[in-house]
């Protein structure tokens, strides 16, 4: 089985390479941060996650859904992840103290985006305040690099986790 290795950020690559102008949180261990891609960028799933570059440990996953087969796979995803009030709106963007969704249209076909950090064997992960930033610059650049129209980014409000 193929390990893929965590790479500086720079070379994160078309799929990973926008962690490099993100804007980061505080490196944990004082090593900088790396980034592993996981998918090709033009692959109809793609994944990446962001590595503390002294424990190796992944901090945060950010992966990319394109096609109209992925709106109930991605209805299922956040029906898991996050407890919604009622009354929110079937094509709102959410955001927990771990996961959140941003999507677009993308040539006419649905685009969804999520990024995740649930706590590591030691509690450590990042906060949903630290993460929504990220979200957004990844959704952005995705949209971006594949033509898609604007995305619907999550509010600044935090939702109970459903986990």
């Keep these: 089985m193929l390990r893929p290795t965590a790479v500086p950020l720079e070379k994160g690559g078309a799929g990973c ?3 490099a102008r993100a804007r980061l949180p505080e490196k944990p261990a004082g090593k900088s941060w790396r980034v592993i891609a996981r998918t090709d960028p033009h692959a109809a799933v793609t994944s990446c996650a962001l590595v503390d570059g002294t424990s190796g440990a992944e901090y945060a996953e950010f992966s990319g859904w394109y096609g109209d087969w992925t709106d109930k796979s991605f209805d299922t995803l956040i029906g898991a992840n996050v407890r919604l009030p009622r009354g929110f709106p079937d094509d709102g963007q959410v955001m927990t103290e771990h996961f959140g969704t941003a999507a677009a249209r993308c040539e006419g076909e649905s685009a969804h985006w999520e990024a995740s950090s649930y706590p590591d ?8 305040r630290e993460l929504r930033p990220l979200l957004v610059a990844f959704a952005r650049d995705q949209a971006e690099r594949r033509g898609c129209g604007r995305p619907a980014l999550p509010g600044q409000r935090i939702f109970p986790s459903g986990r």
Aim: net charge positive; proline share 0%; charged share 10%.
């Design 121 to 128: 064997s030691a509690g450590r992960s990042l906060a949903g």
């Design 17 to 19: 390479g926008w962690l």
